[in-house]
């Protein structure tokens, strides 16, 4: 089956410094790729959609100077947390869909961001 | 907007108890797809289903999309340990819209 690996796994940063967070898909070329954001016991909450070589679309209520959204090749996509602090601690998941099936998604498993 | 509801939110059984999750929403959905979820990890597809009416079995599991596509059920057959995790039904073309989920503790 496809894979996305999602790096890092988790991630603790002082308030106030930017977190970079990979999301690679191995064996398939991610036309479009999807982060969110999954606050505990809840369920997962769409931030923005990236296409490859284009800005991504982000959601309404998404600050996209907070988090930098890059999609530079068919297997990458970046998210940067920038200037971060507690309340952007949280638990962040990318997935990544193909062109021949749009409605199918693989996910990342997830990294952990935890601001001091 | 689209919105899915799941019920219960959350539910404690023994093992090897029956369970049913429900999906619902007023929209119209293509598709829709369940996940299991576990602490600290991303989701795992576990059903599509596209038809109206249609059944899938996933060994214990059976998944049913509603005859309108706006509604959609998993039910668990003599639950273990193992099925313990948070449940998400999703629906959408490329772009999913993700159910409240439930959350399933079984119990030896």
Redesign the interface.
């Known amino acids: 089956g496809a894979v996305v690996s999602q790096h890092p796994s988790r991630v603790i940063c002082k308030s106030g410094t930017s977190v970079k967070i990979e999301c690679r898909s191995l064996d398939f070329q991610a036309t479009t790729m999807f982060w969110y954001r999954q606050f505990p016991k809840q369920s997962l909450m769409l931030m923005a959609t990236s296409n490859e070589g284009s800005k991504a679309t982000y959601e309404q209520g998404v600050e996209k100077d907070k988090f930098l959204i890059n999609h530079a090749s068919l297997t990458l996509s970046t998210l940067t947390v920038t200037s971060a602090h507690p309340e952007d601690s949280s638990f962040y998941i990318c997935s990544a869909g193909m062109r021949i099936a749009k409605n199918i998604q693989y996910f990342g498993a997830g990294t952990r961001l935890s601001v001091l | 907007t689209q919105l899915l509801e799941q019920s219960p939110q959350f539910l404690s059984i023994q093992e090897g108890e029956n369970l049913t999750v429900y999906c619902n929403s007023s929209s119209v959905f293509?598709?829709l797809?369940w996940?299991r979820q576990e602490p600290?990890?991303?989701?795992?597809?576990l059903v599509?289903v596209v038809t109206g009416g249609e059944v899938k079995k996933l060994k214990r599991l059976t998944f049913q999309f509603g005859d309108a596509r706006k509604d959609s059920s998993l039910h668990i057959t003599a639950a273990q340990t193992g099925d313990t995790g948070l449940y998400?039904c999703a629906g959408?073309?490329?772009?999913?819209?993700?159910?409240?989920?439930t959350?399933l503790l079984v119990s030896p």
């Open positions: 293509s598709s797809q996940y600290g990890e991303g989701p795992v597809l599509t998400l959408g073309f490329q772009k999913l819209v993700f159910g409240t989920g959350r």
